[in-house]
């Protein structure tokens, strides 16, 4: 089973702001979770209301992508992308994570 994946105005921001090589990258992982596999470029982060975080390192570079899981209508399984970042530190902002929790709210109305 293939999971649709949807992305917010602010991820694709985000995707667009990223180089190509980059933004294959990030997508190559995307497309990892697509197609059913799990591993480490795809996890739930702890302490949060069910967002998940898309990790992709290249060329030395942390990127994230901020989603949740959603089932509507007649999709089986949703993967919504909020927003994303460039990490440089070891520790995610508390901002980027509460802005993802925000959108996901909003998004839910």
Known sequence: MEIEIDYLEEAEKFLDSLDNKARQK????????????RGEWFKKMPGTDNIWEFRTLY???????FAF?????????????????????????????????RIKRDYLK
């Open 26 to 37: 990030v997508f190559s992982d995307i497309n990892k979770t697509r197609h059913g596999l």
């Open 59 to 65: 060329n030395k570079t942390y990127y994230r992508l």
């Open 69 to 101: 899981w959603h089932k509507t209508g007649n999709k089986e399984t949703l993967i919504v992308c909020t927003n994303g970042l460039i990490k440089k530190t070891d520790k995610t902002p508390p901002g980027e994570i509460e802005r993802a929790e």
